[in-house]
Each structure stands twice: as structure tokens, then as C-alpha cells.
């Protein structure tokens, strides 16, 4: 599960997509404090706890640092940064029923270009898990060699 390294001043641009997805319902927002008990159920209910703690995290500073994506009223997706180590992305995910439609790139899109406005220059996606082709895919990032379990050795459980 290595870390993956995104070169943020070479960013594809995120509009096109958001507002795809805008047309078809979804929006893609920063988390507000009144959404956080909603966003930490949604992670506790689809991913798991390790998860749900970053998403806390992220509610901790303002702005937030977590994006929903949100359809109908309900969360349908998450992403976060600098919520694990600081210049990490994620964690970050879409129900399994909405995979597939570009909620996942605009979540990742939205969370890199507030890195950027942030002042990194680079992204590290933290723990890439089995994601490692969608990261190269629609962001060209590459992986970080020997960086596994790395800024996570010192977790009581890699869970
Ligand atoms: C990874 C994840 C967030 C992607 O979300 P998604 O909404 O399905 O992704 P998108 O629809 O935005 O996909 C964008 C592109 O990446 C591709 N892609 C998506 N998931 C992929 C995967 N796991 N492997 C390879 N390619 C993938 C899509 O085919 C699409 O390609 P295209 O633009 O050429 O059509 C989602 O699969 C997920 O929640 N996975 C479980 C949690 C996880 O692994 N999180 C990442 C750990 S760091």
C-alpha cells in the first residue's frame, strides 16, 4: 500500500467535471461543522473506523478539510486532506452504488486544488491501497517507492 506523490502545479482543472455532475444532481461541497455528525456516520456506515476518525479530523479546522459529494439530500462520497499527516490526501470514498460516475476525481480534484490554493506544490496520497491506477489515471500521480507502512509505522494496528 504505498504512498503516491501528485505534482500539484500541473493539475487538470476540476469545473468541467463539478458541473457534469451539478447537471446530474450531485454536488461536490467543502464539509461545514453542521454537516460533520452526517459525514462521520456516513464513513462509519460505509468504510470503517480509522476512516471515521480522519473525517473527524477534518471537521476540526475551518475551512473543513473534507469535500461531500452529495445527491438528493444524502451523502454519496468523501475525501479528505491533512486530516493524517499534514500535505496527505485522504482518506476518500464513494458508495459502492454511485462508483463509476467521476464523483471520486471530483472529490480528489476539489481537496488537490485547495491543496495548491494552500501552497504545496505536491500531494502525498497517503496508504493508496488498491486505488493506485485510478490516482494515475486522472491525476498522474506516481508511486513513492519503499514508502509503505511509512508516516503509518507508529499506528498501535494497521487496520
Ligand atoms: C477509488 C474510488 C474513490 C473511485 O471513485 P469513483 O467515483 O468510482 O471514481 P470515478 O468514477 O471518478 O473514476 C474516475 C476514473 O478512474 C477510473 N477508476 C475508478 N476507480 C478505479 C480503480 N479502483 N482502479 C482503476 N481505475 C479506476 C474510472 O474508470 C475513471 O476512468 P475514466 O475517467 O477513464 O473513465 C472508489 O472506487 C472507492 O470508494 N473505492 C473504495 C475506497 C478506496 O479504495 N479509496 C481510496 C483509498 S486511498
Not at 446530474?24 to 461541497?29: A, D, L, S
Not at 459525514?39 to 479546522?61: G, K, L
Request: contains cysteine.
Amino acid at each position: 500500500m504505498p504512498d503516491m506523490l501528485v505534482k500539484l502545479y500541473d493539475l487538470p482543472e476540476k469545473q468541467t467535471l463539478v458541473q457534469q455532475l451539478a447537471q446530474q444532481g450531485i454536488m461536490i461541497k467543502r464539509g461545514m461543522s453542521g454537516d460533520m455528525h452526517r459525514a462521520v456516520a456516513f464513513v462509519e456506515e460505509h468504510f470503517n473506523a480509522s476512516w471515521r476518525n480522519s473525517c473527524q479530523n477534518a471537521f476540526a479546522r475551518l475551512p473543513s478539510g473534507i469535500f461531500l459529494a452529495v445527491r438528493d439530500k444524502q451523502i454519496i462520497g468523501f475525501a479528505c486532506y491533512d486530516v493524517v499527516v499534514r500535505n496527505f490526501f485522504g482518506p476518500t470514498g464513494v458508495t459502492d452504488a454511485c462508483r463509476g460516475l467521476g464523483v471520486g476525481k471530483a472529490l480528489l480534484l476539489e481537496c488537490l486544488h485547495a491543496m495548491r490554493s494552500d501552497g504545496y506544490a505536491y500531494a502525498i496520497i497517503g496508504w493508496a491501497e488498491d486505488a493506485q491506477t485510478f490516482y494515475q489515471r486522472t491525476v498522474g500521480a506516481t508511486v513513492i517507492p519503499n514508502s509503505f507502512p511509512g508516516a503509518y509505522r507508529n499506528m498501535v494496528a494497521l487496520d
